[in-house]
């Protein structure tokens, strides 16, 4: 009996640790959504892996770290990966063109063990945002 009391000891107590870990949160300091100019990441796609950048997309909100990868998969499709120094995340940012040349920029900010994130889209009225997600309302268990 003391062994089980002991080993249900050990899982709540596991329990509570993984459960707190994955309720931390990365970006509570930002707003729900912001806009951000289309020149924040235009120049990010001439990049070279290994390349430092910093990333100011609004006044609060900045990402610095070092490009892993800018692959051009296609003539109308172009993604970059940055390893984020000051966040514990990668963010993936791709470029797209559709068939009038209009470019659109989409992606994710995501980082392991934290239950939320950033998306990077555009807004019906065309402007391009930056929107906090949740990753447990995304996920279905």
Same mark, same amino acid.
């Given at each position: 009996?003391?062994?089980? $009391?002991?080993?249900?000891?050990?899982?709540?107590? $596991?329990? @509570?640790?993984?459960?707190?870990?994955?309720?931390?949160? *990365?970006?509570? @300091?930002? &707003?729900?959504?912001? #806009? $951000?100019l289309p020149?924040?990441?235009?120049?990010?796609?001439?990049?070279? &892996?290994?390349?430092?950048?910093?990333?100011? $997309?609004?006044?609060?909100?900045?990402?610095t770290g070092?490009? #892993? %990868?800018?692959?051009?998969?296609?003539? =109308?499709?172009?993604?970059?990966?940055?390893? %984020? %120094?000051?966040?514990?995340?990668?963010?993936?940012?791709?470029?797209? *063109?559709?068939?009038?040349?209009?470019?659109?920029?989409?992606?994710? *900010?995501?980082?392991?063990?934290?239950?939320?994130?950033?998306?990077?889209? *555009?807004?019906?009225?065309?402007?391009?945002?930056?929107?906090?997600? =949740?990753? #447990?309302?995304?996920?279905?268990?």
């Open positions: 009996m003391k062994k089980l $009391f002991t080993s249900f000891t050990f899982f709540l107590f $596991f329990a @509570a640790i993984s459960n707190n870990a994955a309720a931390q949160r *990365m970006f509570d @300091a930002l &707003p729900e959504t912001a #806009k $951000f020149s924040a990441v235009e120049g990010l796609f001439n990049l070279n &892996p290994g390349t430092a950048v910093d990333v100011k $997309f609004t006044q609060g909100f900045h990402v070092v490009v #892993k %990868s800018n692959k051009k998969v296609y003539d =109308n499709l172009q993604t970059i990966v940055i390893e %984020s %120094s000051n966040y514990k995340a990668n963010l993936f940012i791709s470029k797209t *063109m559709d068939q009038d040349n209009k470019i659109k920029y989409v992606g994710r *900010m995501l980082g392991r063990g934290f239950q939320d994130g950033i998306e990077l889209n *555009m807004d019906n009225a065309g402007n391009n945002i930056i929107k906090k997600i =949740n990753l #447990k309302e995304m996920i279905v268990e």
